[in-house]
């Protein structure tokens, strides 16, 4: 018994607690969903109201863009011009918002490295706003003439259709609604160039809602590629309003040709990179509903694809098209992204690129607001449709449609471009 006794306390089996699974901690970057919808929303209210107040009173939609502070005084006072102005503003100064709230969330989580790169984001577009400022027109802008509403109708279903395009393969939209606007509305190239990058920005915000909330979209490598292409935005921008439409004219063509040979390459994509090294900690995984699978990827050759996209930002300024046409197939040819993660990632970069550089169309007053604002409310219902769509289409259907509108595109933007004339287009 005493034995017994003693062996006792050594025989009690003790209850092992059994630890919690880890709650995975959410994505700051999940909290830019809501602020991107609240922003859309916010913008495409002032734009109905300032179109119903120009209806009215005007009987048409106004053309020429208010100063930015009598903007506010505008609104005031119920004036069309100053509305629709407010509401292009609200989409501006969306994406610095967003970078600045990402610096903010990694540098409470002590990442300083991604802090100081979103940080660095932030300042150069702040820099694009100094240099919009500083090489703003001195003289009173010139009358802008606007279209009919026939044409403003035709320009919303368009623009729909580029939107779920755009949204899709990541390009933001642009590289449709240039061409086409110039081509087959008349608008003049300029302008169709301003009126694309607002549109751009509207797109990326609608389609990347979307994105960041199924976690397709690889935060922290678009922004560390925004570094050189936000800044290669700002040149864009400012070439756009020294060059003449003839120029861009030829230049938009080559760059939609190359864009449409370097989208054809990318059909035999390689199988992404697993592992390896990862020094700025981009590794990403996602789910791919249409195979059903969780897509695990490292991007590779960082100096190179950080190269590139300064030039990706140049183009977009300079052609207020996104800088998704040549991001995407930098990141998945190059860099070895899966083309799904590298249309989000580029649908997400666009908006924030494109902003560089519409700071200074809007102080060149080169935005037609009677163009913009059936572009922009088209472009947001067709980016969301788009958006929804690409998840469940499998990505060579995707590059297959891109390749052959761009084709037609190049050809048609470089023929018009020479002198000749093309059937069915208008000038």
């Known amino acids: 018994m005493g034995m017994e006794k003693a062996m006792k306390p050594e025989m009690v089996m003790q209850p092992v607690k059994e630890r919690a699974p880890a709650v995975p901690r959410r994505d700051a970057a999940t909290y830019l969903v809501p602020l991107y919808q609240i922003v859309l929303a916010l913008g495409i209210a002032l734009m109905l109201a300032g179109s119903a107040v120009g209806l009215i009173r005007d009987g048409s939609l106004p053309t020429l863009v208010t100063g930015v502070w009598q903007t506010f005084t505008g609104v005031a006072q119920l004036d069309a011009a100053a509305i629709l102005s407010l509401g292009v503003l609200v989409f501006l100064v969306t994406p610095a918002t967003a970078i600045a709230f990402m610096a903010i969330s990694y540098a409470s989580a002590r990442d300083r490295i991604h802090a100081l790169i979103s940080a660095g984001v932030v300042a150069i577009i702040v820099l694009s706003i100094v240099i919009a400022w500083l090489s703003g027109p001195s003289a009173a802008p010139g009358a802008l003439t606007a279209v009919s509403i026939p044409t403003e109708l035709g320009i919303l279903l368009f623009t729909a259709v580029a939107g779920i395009l755009g949204s899709m393969v990541g390009l933001g939209g642009g590289v449709f609604i240039v061409p086409v606007l110039s081509m087959f509305f008349g608008i003049p190239l300029k302008t169709a160039i301003a009126t694309s990058a607002v549109a751009v920005i509207v797109n990326s915000l609608g389609g990347s809602s979307i994105y960041l909330k199924h976690r397709m979209t690889n935060v922290r490598l678009g922004l560390f590629l925004e570094l050189t292409t936000a800044a290669g935005a700002i040149v864009g921008g400012l070439i756009v309003v020294l060059v003449a439409p003839s120029v861009l004219r030829v230049v938009l063509g080559f760059a939609l040709l190359c864009m449409g040979l370097a989208m054809f390459r990318q059909q035999r994509q390689g199988e992404p990179v697993l592992g390896g090294p990862d020094r700025m900690q981009l590794a990403k995984r996602y789910h791919d509903p249409a195979t059903g699978g969780e897509i695990d990827y490292v991007p590779q050759r960082l100096p190179v694809g950080v190269g590139a996209a300064s030039f990706a930002?140049?183009?977009?300024?300079?052609?207020?098209?996104?800088?998704?046409?040549?991001?995407?197939?930098?990141?998945?040819?190059?860099?070895?992204?899966?083309?799904?993660?590298?249309?989000?990632?580029?649908?997400?970069?666009?908006?924030?690129?494109?902003?560089?550089?519409?700071?200074i169309y809007y102080?060149?007053?080169?935005?037609?607001?009677?163009?913009?604002?059936?572009?922009?409310?088209?472009?947001?219902?067709?980016s969301r449709a788009g958006a929804m769509l690409s998840r469940h289409t499998r990505s060579v259907v995707l590059v297959r449609i891109l390749v052959l509108i761009l084709a037609y595109l190049a050809v048609s933007m470089l023929l018009k471009g020479f002198g000749v004339p093309i059937p069915g287009t208008a000038g």
């Open 363 to 382: 102080d060149h007053h080169i935005i037609d607001l009677s163009v913009t604002v059936p572009a922009v409310i088209g472009v947001l219902l067709g």
């Open 313 to 359: 930002g140049v183009i977009s300024g300079m052609l207020g098209i996104g800088c998704g046409a040549v991001n995407v197939p930098i990141m998945n040819a190059i860099m070895r992204v899966p083309v799904k993660a590298a249309a989000a990632t580029s649908m997400f970069m666009v908006g924030i690129t494109i902003s560089a550089s519409v700071f």
